[in-house]
């Protein structure tokens, strides 16, 4: 439903996703509690909360900004007052969408190949044909993550959800969202690339793009890579920023480079990552934080 201020609110009918999708709700909620991610998300960075609380707490005023939002876990982490979360996943946003409307899921899951299916069927149904942002759609999208390998999002280029049955000893699903229609509540969300997020020179920026030299910048989303190219223009972005800036990215020697030229202040660190497909072993990746204005 459209507002007359142009402003989309809740319940709207198949609203263009590549472009606003924000609510500005007239309740203010004061809890703060901070909220797991509601799906699993390659490099998800739950692990990160406790640092960047300590980057974030002068900065609670500002609006956090996650261009490359993924699950959010960093947003989710801190419940900012205000925020602008943007992915170019237009379903993982029409997702985010429903939860800020209050999604209660009435969709069957069931942890059984046959089903999973049929379910991924339906959902590349919908994708295309103009079902994107149903709520069946977002049901659904929640169950393929939960349940296929990995809990791995890939499109191939003709927009099909393509990843496999997940084998795992049981899934157990969430259907009640209710808490994070609270969190939410005066959060903005845009589904696009970066460079089209609406940025303000006093927000407060969180970039955790697809690391450079990973399979999912490889791949990008739906087949639209994510390249090196990509990553200076990134870079170059986060420089002209005014306020404060944080981003994470592989610390390959050309990134470092990268960020130092553009007067970034850099930590690195080593973190454990699951390196075969069964997810049971792990190696030590080298990670850094750059960070400016802070
Ligand atoms: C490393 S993940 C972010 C994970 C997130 N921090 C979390 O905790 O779940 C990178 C995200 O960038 C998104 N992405 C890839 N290319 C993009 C682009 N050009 N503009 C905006 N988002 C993009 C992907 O869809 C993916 O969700």
Redesign the pocket.
């Known amino acids: 439903m459209h507002d007359p201020s142009g402003v989309l609110t809740c319940y709207s009918v198949a609203p263009s996703l590549v472009s606003m999708i924000s609510s500005q709700s007239s309740f203010h909620f004061t809890t703060s509690t901070a909220l797991d ?1 509601s799906l699993k ?6 692990w990160l909360v406790p640092e960047f609380s300590e980057l974030w707490s002068k900065h609670q005023h500002r609006r956090l900004v996650e ?8 947003t989710l982490g801190m419940r900012p007052d205000k925020a602008l979360l ?4 237009p379903h ?1 946003m029409n997702f985010h969408r429903w939860l800020q409307c209050g999604l209660t899921i009435d969709i069957p899951m069931e942890y059984d190949e046959a089903f999973y299916y049929r379910s991924r069927d339906r959902f590349n149904q919908l994708a295309n044909n103009g079902g994107v942002s149903s709520k069946e759609a977002a049901s659904l999208f929640y169950y393929l993550n939960h349940t296929c390998f990995n809990g791995l999002c890939r499109f191939n280029r003709n927009g099909r959800f393509n990843v496999p049955f997940g084998k795992y000893k049981g899934v157990s699903y969430q259907r009640e969202f209710a808490e994070y229609q609270q969190a939410y509540a005066n959060w903005t969300l845009s589904a696009g ?2 460079l089209e997020t609406a940025v303000e020179p006093d927000d407060f920026i969180y970039a ?3 690391y450079d030299g990973s399979k999912s910048a490889f791949v ?2 739906a087949g639209i890579p ?1 390249d090196w190219q ?1 990553q200076v223009a990134l870079a170059r972005w986060l420089a002209q920023h005014p306020g404060p800036v944080v981003t994470s990215n592989a610390a390959t020697e050309r990134i470092t480079a990268l960020y130092r030229e553009l007067g970034f202040t850099l930590t690195t660190r080593e973190v454990a990552r699951a390196i075969n497909s069964k997810g049971d072993g792990r190696d030590a990746v080298s990670e850094m934080l750059a960070i400016r204005n802070l």
């Open positions: 991610p998300w390659a490099s998800g960075k739950r261009p490359f939002c993924g699950a959010a876990a960093i943007n992915d170019i996943n993982l690339d970066f955790d793009p697809p990008g989303y994510f990509d």
